[in-house]
């Protein structure tokens, strides 16, 4: 069993930063592929990012260019930089552990274990 916990949410102004940050226990960290998602009200949870097994990471468009993803097995956290924010980034923000991919690691139907979430407020 995983548990994750997310940290580093808040309000920010258009344009301005902010750094997530997402901590595991419980699992043999490095094995996981980890994701960010994010919901805003009355939509669906979305993909944001990824970080495969072989180190290489996939962002969806819309944050391309402005939210950076790594990770530190050391410390079992991963962390999302998230620069030049808009309101349109507004959400709750989770990270997401997935042990096997079936069809897409796009797809929060397939991660396994999931944090609790974090408020990401972007003000115009």
């Known amino acids: 069993q995983v548990q994750l916990v997310e940290s580093g949410g808040g309000l920010v102004q258009t344009g301005g930063s902010l750094r997530l940050s997402c901590a595991a226990s419980?699992?043999?960290?490095?094995?996981?592929?980890m994701g960010w998602f994010r919901q805003a009200p009355g939509k669906e949870r979305e993909f944001v990012a990824a970080?495969?097994?072989?180190?290489?990471?996939t962002y969806a468009d819309p944050v391309k260019g402005r939210f950076t993803f790594s990770r530190d097995n050391t410390k079992n956290t991963v962390y999302l930089q998230m620069n030049s924010l808009k309101p349109e980034d507004t959400a709750v923000y989770y990270c997401?552990?997935?042990?096997?991919?079936?069809?897409?690691?796009?797809?929060?139907?397939?991660?396994?274990?999931w944090g609790q979430g974090t408020q990401v407020t972007v003000s115009s």
């Open positions: 997401a552990a997935l042990l096997r991919v079936r069809s897409s690691f796009k797809n929060p139907g397939e991660y396994d274990y």
């Open positions: 970080i495969l097994r072989s180190g290489s990471y």
């Open positions: 419980g699992g043999t960290f490095s094995t996981y592929i």
